[in-house]
């Protein structure tokens, strides 16, 4: 069964989401809040698999209940979706560097949200091939951060080659075809690379693989 919280300052449509998502097999909504804090506060009391997390909120933002959930290490297995009506924008970004394992357009259609729960309960990040590129040409053409990319020194030849592949929008078995690997070795080196650089997720892999310079934006795939 997985776990869901909804965090929205409007009733209607945690109302919504709350009739969805309860009428789908495997899927239960423990709690829901108006606000951060409230958000936070219900995150620690049931620890969730996910929580659907509005980014605009009163008392206390999505993004900022985002980072505390992260920070929380008795809520490490939180993925946290950021809901949002403005698509790819600079809160959209500041959310995946504080934690955020994907986010969500609130208009999106019943079944991505259904496939978007699942996804982050399996704890793979909301980024698609399609919306990675946009997140990157928007938000991600700026100087390398130094202290980034020194992490990415850490990292081996081959960590260092699936974690650009997984920056360019590549799942695991599309990373193993194109390296002539094993998805499980895929898999391997990414967590491996995830450990070493301290991301909470693939999503934060991938803004560390840009904010390093390790892939510019707009990289041709080679």
Sequence with gaps: MI????????ALMRAGFRALLDAEDGIEVVAEAADGRQGLEQARRHVPDVALVDVQMPVMTGIEATRHIAADPLLTDVHV??????????????????????????????????????????????????????????????????????????????????????????????????????????????????NKLGARDRAQLVVFAYESGLVEPRDPLR
């Design 81 to 194: 979706v950021i809901l949002t009506n403005y698509g790819l924008d600079e809160y959209v970004f500041d959310a995946l560097r504080a934690g955020a394992a994907g986010f969500l357009l609130k208009d999106t259609e019943p079944a991505e949200l259904l496939h978007a729960v699942r996804v982050a309960a399996r704890g793979d990040a909301l980024l698609s091939p399609a919306v990675t590129r946009r997140l990157i040409g928007e938000f991600v053409a700026r100087p390398p951060d130094r202290s980034t990319a020194r992490g990415m020194e850490n990292l081996t030849r081959r960590e260092r080659e699936v974690t650009a592949l997984a920056a360019r929008g590549l799942t695991n078995e599309e990373i193993a075809a194109h390296m002539v690997i094993s998805p499980f070795t895929a898999k391997t080196h990414i967590s491996r690379a995830m």
């Design 3 to 10: 776990r869901v919280l909804i965090v929205d300052d409007q």
